[in-house]
């Protein structure tokens, strides 16, 4: 169950507390982030102590863990600042191999914790996580299923939609839907230059605007969310056949920017991706809860 709860408390540190502007800059923000990482890891301990161990110290039990925890992930989110922008420039691919170590090696951090101050070993955690994979007779327990439903709702919604954003990075400008086109023209003239002169002195302005149509991110966001959930409930009950409705849904929508390359491209590659995700989830939780 800690681990469980320390997984979520990182990911809601990591995911919701942290805002766009504290992405983008990361470095300025780091502090702020290192606070909301030090009251959600608090909060998540002293709860775990006073509902199960209140015969142990407090500062073994909470501040340390909570000390380490922190302290381990500004060292991480520090070195990943800087070999990103040192070794990534605009490639999103290895953009996206960074942001997996880093999950991964915050992940080993909250195992190192346990081992250390609550002195579970790593191996009863990984012959554990075994036996509920592999089916050997182990039981999840309510509490459990119930930590573990919210980490794969997370993982299958904003963790998912931060991987697929940072795999295709923008919309691109020149896929944004082309509106019209304006143009304006103001003529000046000087009526009383020069009376005797044969001509008329003037000035003539003329501006033209390109319109386009920027696509509702929020909107596509939320579907996002919605379809990675249904693929993952359809890949629990093993109705494969029916994530192929899905993926003509999303097509039919689009069908008439099909007719553009690169916007077909960036359509399949987010299309893909986000169905390999929902699909790899829902085994995972097929694999755990039954």
């Known amino acids: 169950m800690l681990l469980l709860s320390l997984i979520i408390a990182h990911l809601i540190a990591d995911f919701y507390l942290q805002t766009d502007n504290m992405v983008n800059d990361k470095l300025k923000n780091i502090k702020k982030h290192l606070f909301h990482h030090l009251i959600v890891n608090a909060a ?5 102590w ?15 863990p909570v000390l380490f925890i922190t302290g381990t992930h500004f060292f991480i989110d520090l070195l990943k600042i800087k070999l990103v922008d040192q070794y990534t420039n605009s490639e999103n691919l290895n953009k996206l191999w960074f942001f997996g170590i880093d999950q991964l090696l915050h992940l080993v951090m ?13 191996v009863s955690i990984f ?10 007779g ?9 930590l573990f439903l919210v980490i794969i709702l997370i993982l299958g919604t904003t963790v998912s939609g931060h991987i697929i954003r940072i795999l295709l990075g923008s919309l691109p400008g020149q896929l944004l839907t082309f509106e019209g086109k304006y143009t304006f023209k103001n003529d000046l003239k000087e009526s009383d230059y020069l009376k005797n002169s044969n001509g008329e002195r003037g000035l003539s302005e003329q501006y033209s605007y390109m319109i386009f149509n920027k696509h509702d991110l929020s909107r596509g966001k939320l579907i996002g969310y919605i379809e990675r959930l249904l693929v993952i409930l359809l890949t629990y009950y093993a109705s494969y056949p029916a994530i192929a409705f899905i993926v003509t849904a999303k097509s039919i929508a689009r069908f008439k ?6 916007w077909a491209e960036y359509f399949l590659l987010g299309t893909l991706t986000s169905m390999f995700l929902g699909i790899v989830f829902g085994i995972l939780l097929r694999e755990v809860l039954n």
């Open 44 to 48: 998540v301990l002293s709860l775990a």
């Open 50 to 64: 006073y509902l199960n161990e209140q015969g142990t110290d407090p500062l073994t039990a909470i501040i340390w």
């Open 110 to 122: 909250i195992l190192i914790a346990l081992q250390l101050f609550y002195k579970i070993p790593l």
């Open 127 to 136: 012959d554990r996580l075994s036996e509920l994979l592999m089916g050997e």
């Open 138 to 146: 182990g039981e999840i327990g309510e509490l459990n299923t119930i």
């Open 257 to 262: 920017q099909m007719d553009d390359r690169d």
